[in-house]
Each structure stands twice: as C-alpha cells, then as structure tokens.
C-alpha cells in the first residue's frame, strides 16, 4: 500500500478544467478592466470608486495570502485553537481602530499612500525611510509567496518549482498589468469567494470524521496530554495563559494583549499600505471607513476555515497516519491544509481547493505588486526622480514598476533558493522595521505636537530597540543566530520563539513612543496648524454619518462586530 | 460603465457548480469513500450553481435598474458622507 503520508496528490481531469477555469476568469477580469483604466489614479487607487462590501472582502484577501493560509493551519495543528487570537484580540480590533479612528485621515488627506500620508503629517525623510522599507518588503514578501507557491506545487503535483513561479508571475503581472489596482481587487474578492467555497466542505468532512467538535475535543485532549499540557491546551484559548508554560505557544496573557494584539496587529493592520490601499480605493469616506469593519465580519470566522483544519489533522494523526514528517523528524504541520485535501475530498473538490490555494498565492504576490507600484511611482519616483510630469507619464511608470515589482519578485524566490536564511533574516530585520511604526501613527494622528525630527528618530531608534532586543534575549532551545542572541550575551531567555517576537514588539513600540515624545518637545513644530488640518484629530472635523441608515454607520458596525469577538471569545474561553 | 464584479464571480461559480454537479453524476461512488460516502461533489456543486446565479441575478438587477451614471467624481472634498446620497456608480 502507497503510504497515506506520501504527500503527492493526483488530479484527475476535472481538478484540471477547474484550474484552468479561473485561470480564464482571472486574466478575462484583466482585460475587461482594461478599457476603464485610463489615468493614474484608476490604476493605483481604482478612481476611488469601489463600494464598501467590494473593498472590504478585498481587504482581507489582500491579506489572505497562502503563507497566511498555510501558516495558520499550522499553528492551529501546533497550538491549538489559541492561534485564534491572532483574529480575536488581534486583527479584529485593529480592524475596528483603523476604520473608525484613522480611516478619516488616510482617506480623507487624499494621501495617495502610506507613506505619503507621513509627508504630509511629518516631512520629507519619514516619508522616504518609510517608503523604502516598505516597497523592499513588499518585493521580499512577494517572492516568499512565489517561492513558497513553488515549492507546494512540486511536492504536491510534481510540477517543475520554475515552470508554477515563472507562471503564476506572468499571470499576475497580465492581470495587474491592464486593470491596475481595480483588477487587483475584483480578483482578491473572486479569490475570497474561493477560499470559503474551497475549504468549508473540507472542514465540514474533516470535523465530522473527528466527531464533531466533541469529538475533536477529546481526540485533541490527548494531543495536548501526550505534549505535556493540560487537556484543554488545544481546544480552550485563553484559560491557558495564566502563565507561558502552560500552553504550547510560550506565552502568558500580557505578552498576548500587548505585543501581539496592541503592538502587532494595530501596526499592521492599521499602518501597512498593502491593506490600507484596498480602504483608499473606496468610493467615499463612508465606506473606506466600512472598509476594515465588513472586513472584520468574515475575518472573526476565518479561524473556523483556516485554523480549525489544522486542529483536525493534528487531531487525526493520532494514528500517525495523517500529516508528513520533516526530514529532522518532527512534524510538518506546513502540509496541514494539503494533507487535508487529500484525505477528506474526491476528484472535483480537490481540484476547487487546490484552485482556492493557487489564489491565495496569487493574490498574495498581486496585493504587494500593486502597493509596490503606487510606493515606488508616488514615493519615490514622482517625489525624487521626476516630479511634475503628465499623468500618462505617471501612468507607464506604473506599469513599468509593475513589471519590475514580477521581476523582482522572481528574483527575490532565485535568492530564497538559493540562501533560506537569508530570507528569515530579511523577514526579521523587516520586523524590526516594522514594530513601532504603530506609535509614530498613533502619535502623528492624536497629538499635534508631534513634529518631523520626533517621527524620524522614534522609527530610527525603535527600530535599533528591536535589534538590540533580539540580540539579547533567545527563545528556549534555539541556538542559531537568527534566532536571536548574537549580541554575545544572553540576557534572557524566552519559552518560545512567539514570545521572544512579541516582546521585540514591545520594546521597539515602547521606545519609538516615548523617543518621538521626548524629541517632539526639544524641537519645533515642523507644520502650522493649517497644514495638519485633516490629518490631526484635534484639528480634524468629525466625520458626519448624517443620512447613513443605521446598519451602515461605522459606529454601529464597529459595536457590532466587536460584541461578536467578545461571544467568540468566550465561546472559546 | 464598468464591469460589475459580480458578474465575472457568478459565472465563473455558476460553471464550476454545473461541472461539478455533472461530475457527481458521472463518476465512480467508489471515489466519495474519503468523503465519508457523501458525493460532495454534487452537493456542493449545487450551492455554488445557487450562489453563482444569486450573484449573476444581483448584478443583472442593478444593472437594470439603475440607468448607467457617469464614474462618481473622486472623493468628496470634505469630510462629510455625501458620496453616500449620490447613486454609487455601478451598483
């Protein structure tokens, strides 16, 4: 008998006219968009005129990329259903913060990006360091993706690694390439619809194969028993957190609120260009505000298609029978959601999830190829290289940066081949980057004596926290540099690599906080009032929802999703 | 006027769904043993013909009744909803 933990998959005919299917529907978006992009502005920001529910399902989906989806699988089969905070106490109330609270100013400073807000809010240097880390990450971001999608495909169909990036490259760039940004959205939200219809019915066989959620608890008890953990370390998500070492994550309950859910997922959610764009894109204030709270809807029961397989499978291998082993030996939790797939559906399915996967990894490249063309035409080109030139000429920058942002991309999978940890060590020197850019927003919007030099030497010098940080501290077992501690001595040691990462956080949001503050006092107001106006809060007026029927004020979105996390949160306790 | 994207998402479910509800007729039952001895294809295909055509209906009905409005100018110079009042574009 053919092992069951062989992981090749064997598509029949059907799988293939599937896939090809949306291959069809995915470049025929592309050139039905062609015509209606004409100027700078539909192709970056899509004319600003999408409703709220188009770009709020985009928002997440720019998100969803694979490593998102693979990635929480994983942790689900690693961790248990404490992964779920990642949705709970993390994105969700970022989510609500970032439409109700900054919303007003991205979109209504009629920033045409992130890093064009920062210039306009502070000065020219803030905006170039952020613009420059940003669009460098995007095209790591994009290659990881392109890499990881390789990789997949030959380990699951035998494809050539080249042969699926060279592919899915040139299909991204067609598609973004004629329907710019607009595109870009209309295919995340296909891609949506996809993910839910592709994994719901793999869930549903796998839960009911487990027992139901009964079933599932008792089976996952052993799992946590057979560890070392309390019986409900899986299937109970805060209850364990009283202390780090009674969960498999590592990490106590302030480690969990602060770093990942203040610090993490507030910075990203509410500071990176990828998903903000998508809410810019929206066809008024209103609904770029709806944007990140209808997002926020389907995002708080993402855990139950993404997080939730990964339970089962690591549930059913009790047998040993069901997930992969790592050449080391210890378990690939990695290959969770494919091996799912090719225990639980038929020929026909397995082609829609293998198809839901493929566009995960698509639009994950397409959401940082589109932010990487706006960073790089708005911020850098327009703002250093050649300003003041025609629209048409802004235009075919854009286009062109959007075939140097494939490029790059494909380059940037070359380099993760060839050098792997050159690739963790890019993703963590973009962490340390990333951490405190939070405090620099939160204190550019709500205080207006935040000035330029303040902004500036708060990113600088929280950034240098989070690495000294890390070389200082390891997590437990780990030795390699990468992993922290290469500053010579370890000061501390954490339980887990999670840990470690939250509390970098910390530090680096805590230091970028208090800097900006301190420089902020000792230097002068950079902008007059006037200037901030729409870009402060003291100095903004209140966005009026007069005339909105209720359902669809952001303020009544917001509580109401928020009264869904806490049920969801206690449902789980 | 520009493609409503409702349209390209209910097509292409609505014609996956009737290949896969095809393919649940046709095929071996013995291929639905993984599947618990549910033809997942069939039914499943079912639900996604069902939500493709709600998706084509919706589509077909706003662009109906909605007569076809110039793009919305860009956004709204102040901070007030009023993008809100105005008929959305293409919905």
Redesign the interface.
Known sequence: MRSLMDRSIDLGA?DY??LI??FV?VL??GF??KR?TKTS?DFFLS???I?AW?TGLAFISANLGAQEVIGMAASGAKYGIATSHFYWIGAIPAMVFVGIFMM?FY??S?ARSVPEYLKLRFDEKTRGLNAISFATMTVFSSGVSMYAMGLLMKSLLGWNFWASVLASGVIVLLYIYLGGL?SAI?NE??QF?LIV?GFA?VVY?GL??AGGWSGLTQRLATTATDRGFAEGAWTQSWQHLHSASANPMGVEWFGMVMGLGFVLSFGYWCTDFLVVQRAMAA?????ARRTPLIAAIPKMFFPFLVILPGMIAVAMHGDNSFLPSKPDGTLDYDASIPMMLK???????LG?GLTALMASFMSGMAGNVTAFNTVITYDIYQSYVRPKQSDEHYLRVGRAATIGGILLSIGAAAFATMFNNIMDVLQLVFAFVNAPLFATFLLGMFWRRATGHGAFTGLLSGTVAAAIHHGLTRPEGAATLIKGGWLGSTLHTYPSEMAQNFWTAIFAWTTCFLTTIVVSMLTRPNKTDEELR?LVYAL?????????PVW?QPAALALVVLAITLVLNILFW | MRLDVRTPIGLMFAIIGVLLVVYGLVSDPEIYERSLGLNVNLWWGFVLVVFGSVMLALAWRSGRTKPPVVPAPAAPAELTQEGERLPPSEF
């Open positions: 059907i006219v599937i299917t949306y529907f025929g978006i039905a968009l209606a502005t004319g600003r005129s409703p188009i007003p979109y209504g009629k607009t209309y939200v296909l619809f219809f019915p066989i009911r194969d066809e008024s204030m209103s609904a225990h639980y559906v038929p020929s026909g399915l829609l729409g903004t007026p209140r966005p009026r929802e007069e005339g909105v669809k």
